[in-house]
């Protein structure tokens, strides 16, 4: 009798339930706070890396060497500047590809579909725009280009997430890939009033 009674309590009784609830939901509660945190610095590092990038653009599209430095070094240090040490930038990735016009960019170097395949094929006339002595699927050619050269210019990095679950949905090995990019054109400096029609002078593309 003792026994049933105490069990009929024990099934009545709400107590602890709220610890048991919480219990469930501070996982998913946790995981939801640090998810929005590392998105927040996700936009925060992409935003100061953006920033850090525009300046650099401004550096590189006067063709200005700082004593002691390249210009590809000035670039990376305006970079590191910009992300206030949140940027470890010796993993970092920056690229420069010159084009002749903004139109150009991501663009194959031109052909003639002689097979009217849609592709080029080998032996196939086509204008070498970048000077390299073969076609390419993306005219661009490396460096920061002469005046009036269109220079794009790519920034990536990949950002370790403060929660490795997070980095783990974003991306491989916890982390989350970053890219900027910016494109400008370089001012005519050394030659006041000239303006190169391709990447490297060897080719044009009509622009």
Do not use: H, K
């Amino acid at each position: 009798m003792i026994l049933r009674t105490l069990w009929r309590r024990l099934m009545r009784s709400d107590d602890g339930s709220s610890a048991i609830e919480f219990a469930f939901a501070a996982p998913i509660v946790i995981l939801g706070i640090a998810g929005i945190i590392d998105l927040m610095m996700v936009l925060f590092v992409t935003s100061l890396m953006e920033g850090g990038l525009q300046n650099a653009s401004r550096i590189g599209r006067t063709g200005f060497q700082p004593v002691g430095m390249t210009r590809t070094d000035a670039i990376r240090q305006e970079i590191q500047d910009a992300t206030i040490g949140l940027v470890d930038i010796d993993n970092v990735t920056i690229t420069t590809s010159v084009y002749p016009c903004f139109d150009s960019i991501g663009q194959p170097e031109p052909y003639v579909d002689d097979n009217d395949n849609g592709s080029y094929d080998n032996g196939e006339p086509y204008t070498d725009v970048n000077g390299n002595t073969s076609w390419d699927s993306d005219m661009a050619a490396t460096g920061l280009g002469g005046p009036g050269s269109i220079v794009l210019y790519q920034v990536f990095y990949d950002w370790s997430a403060l929660t490795p679950l997070i980095g783990n949905i974003f991306g491989p090995d916890g982390t989350i890939p970053l890219s900027v990019s910016v494109a400008v054109r370089n001012e005519p400096f050394g030659t006041p009033g000239v303006v190169l029609s391709g990447p490297a002078g060897p080719g044009t593309t009509g622009c």
